[in-house]
């Protein structure tokens, strides 16, 4: 099953990214060329280089960032948001298809 979701960047380009279940929003983000998805540690939690902000109906149906993603969220060049995530800590699922995200102005 593919499950989309949909990213807008800070410039206003959409992209609609397909990905599968068991995959994170960052794997799905860099196979579909989202440039703004940077993913610097390939997913490893020590960069924060794959910032989203979650639109807010959303940020509900994906569990709380564990301790350690918080802590990443603190260190990252965009503004730190009540919605803001770490794609590479978000695992798609079937509940998940039509997700929607901002992506910042910057990962660095």
Avoid at 46 to 74: G, I, K, N, Q
Wanted: aromatic residues 4%.
């Amino acid at each position: 099953m593919t499950i989309t979701v949909h990213l807008a960047a800070a410039d206003g380009t959409r992209h609609d990214v397909p990905g599968h279940a068991g995959e994170s929003l960052m794997q799905a983000a860099v196979s579909a060329g989202v440039d703004e998805i940077k993913a610097d540690c390939g997913g490893m939690l020590s960069c924060a280089t794959c910032r989203v902000y979650l639109d807010s109906e959303w940020f509900a149906r994906v569990p709380a960032p564990a301790a350690d993603e918080a802590a990443m969220l603190e260190m990252t060049a965009a503004p730190r948001r009540a919605t803001s995530r770490l794609g590479c800590q978000i695992t798609l699922d079937a509940g998940l298809d039509g997700l929607r995200a901002t992506l910042p102005d910057t990962q660095y």
